[in-house]
C-alpha cells in the first residue's frame, strides 16, 4: 500500500471493506475526470486527501444514519463519499442533485459500483424539492457563496427547523457570514478543516429569513 493510501486508511478509521468501496470510487472518478471536468485538475493527483478526506469530515459532524441532501454533488464530493459511509452503517441515505446529466451519469455509475446508499436526481436544485420533500441534513461543496446556499437550503429548512447544514468554506467564510446575516438569522458552529488551515466547515440551524 502507498504511504498515501496508508495515511488515509488511518485518517478516515473505516472498515477495510469501506475503504475498498472508497478506493473503487477513487479509480471511477480518476478514470471519468479523464473525458469529463469532475474537479480541478491540479488537484486530481491528490484525491485521497483534498476530496475524500475533505468530505468525510462532514460525516463526523452528523448523527447517525441520517437522511441527507446533497446540493450540486459534481464529481461526489462530498455525496458519494457520505453514501458509502452511510453503506458501513447499513442505514441512512442520500440523495444527490446534478443537474449535469453527464455528472449525473458518472454519480449513478458511482453509487451502483460502490454500493453506496442514495439516489441521483438530475435536475435543478430549484426542481428538486418536489422530488425529495424532506431530509435532515443538507450538504454542499463548492458550489456557492454562502447567502446562496441558504436560499437554497430554506426550501427544505422552512417546514422543519430541525434541518442542519453543513457547508464546506474556504478563506473567504467570514465574509460570506457577514454578507448572509443581512437576510438570514441562524445558529452557526464553526468547525476548523482537518485538512486546511484557511477552509472551515460551516454548522447551521435555526435557519430564519430577516423580514
Sequence with gaps: ??????????????????????????????????VINLAAPSTLEQVWQRHVIDSAQLFKLAPPQQHWLDLGSGGGFPGIITAILLAEQGDGWVDLVESNHKKAGFLRNALLETGGRGKVHPVRIEEAVALVPGCEIISARALAELDKLLEYGF??????????????????????????????????????????????????EGLARIR
Excluded at 502507498?2 to 479509480?27: A, D, W
Excluded at 474556504?170 to 452557526?188: M, P, V
Excluded at 458552529?189 to 485538512?195: E, F, G, M, Y
Design 1 to 34: 500500500m502507498s504511504i498515501n493510501r496508508f495515511n488515509s486508511l488511518t485518517q478516515l478509521n473505516v472498515s477495510r471493506e469501506t475503504f475498498e468501496r472508497l478506493e473503487c470510487f477513487v479509480q471511477l472518478f480518476q478514470k471519468w475526470s479523464k
Design 155 to 204: 426550501v427544505w429548512v422552512e417546514p422543519d427547523k430541525k434541518v442542519k447544514l453543513l457547508l464546506h468554506k474556504g478563506r473567504d467564510y467570514d465574509a460570506e457570514i457577514k454578507k448572509a446575516r443581512g437576510r438570514w438569522s441562524f445558529d452557526l458552529v464553526i468547525h476548523p478543516s482537518v485538512l486546511e488551515p484557511d477552509s472551515v466547515i460551516l454548522e447551521i
